[in-house]
């Protein structure tokens, strides 16, 4: 790998946003990312176990039908203690695009999370450390977006289960287990 292969930071469904600081990886070779790599196809034989500390996946995870194969890579390639950033859609943003597999709410992330887990949750190791929502209103109700925000982070599971368009960001700390 080139030496922008060396960074221990990867940035998956890169798209457009290129992140100078990380390993930008998407399926789409036009948007130009450092590795082209289809991320449903496990393992990833580019990166070892235990070879990054960061991950961040934005508005990706949603395209995935198994979400939790997705969560057993990124252990695998997490150093203990490393970071798991993902950001889904809520609201119409999440139920719009016909190719989005899965859908998230609020309490989705503890579905990822060891200390939250339920008996017929996945078993993955992370631990859910911060999650907030970003939202808006729409139509007529719009202008109203500023006071739903401030809302938001007051409750943000009652604002992301009425808000319109928003997107959900969960912060995952890898754990031993």
């Given at each position: 790998?080139?030496?922008?292969?060396?960074?221990?930071?990867?940035?998956?469904?890169?798209?457009?946003?290129?992140?100078?600081?990380?390993?930008?990886?998407?399926?789409?070779?036009?948007?130009?990312?450092?590795?082209?790599?289809?991320?449903?196809?496990y393992p990833w034989t580019p990166f070892e176990d235990?070879?990054?500390?960061?991950?961040?996946?934005?508005?990706?995870?949603?395209?995935?039908?198994?979400?939790?194969?997705?969560?057993?890579?990124?252990?695998?390639?997490?150093?203990?203690?490393?970071?798991?950033?993902?950001?889904?859609?809520?609201?119409?943003?999440?139920?719009?695009?016909?190719?989005?597999?899965?859908?998230?709410?609020?309490?989705?992330?503890?579905?990822?999370?060891?200390?939250?887990?339920?008996?017929?949750?996945?078993?993955?190791?992370?631990?859910?450390?911060?999650?907030?929502?970003?939202?808006?209103?729409?139509?007529?109700?719009?202008?109203?977006?500023?006071?739903?925000?401030?809302?938001?982070?007051?409750?943000?599971?009652?604002?992301?289960?009425?808000?319109?368009?928003?997107?959900?960001?969960?912060?995952?700390r890898r754990v031993e287990q």
């Amino acid at each position: 790998m080139s030496n922008a292969h060396a960074r221990d930071r990867l940035h998956l469904f890169c798209g457009e946003d290129y992140r100078e600081e990380a390993i930008n990886v998407d399926a789409n070779p036009d948007v130009d990312p450092d590795l082209v790599l289809d991320l449903t196809d496990y393992p990833w034989t580019p990166f070892e176990d235990d070879s990054v500390t960061y991950i961040e996946a934005r508005h990706g995870l949603e395209h995935l039908a198994d979400p939790t194969a997705f969560f057993e890579e990124c252990a695998r390639v997490l150093r203990s203690g490393g970071t798991l950033e993902i950001t889904v859609p809520l609201g119409v943003n999440a139920r719009m695009d016909n190719d989005h597999e899965t859908k998230w709410t609020y309490e989705t992330p503890e579905q990822y999370s060891a200390p939250d887990r339920r008996p017929w949750d996945p078993e993955v190791p992370f631990e859910l450390v911060d999650r907030n929502v970003r939202t808006w209103l729409g139509g007529p109700l719009a202008p109203l977006t500023p006071l739903f925000q401030a809302a938001a982070r007051r409750w943000p599971a009652w604002a992301a289960a009425r808000c319109y368009g928003g997107e959900l960001t969960a912060v995952y700390r890898r754990v031993e287990q």
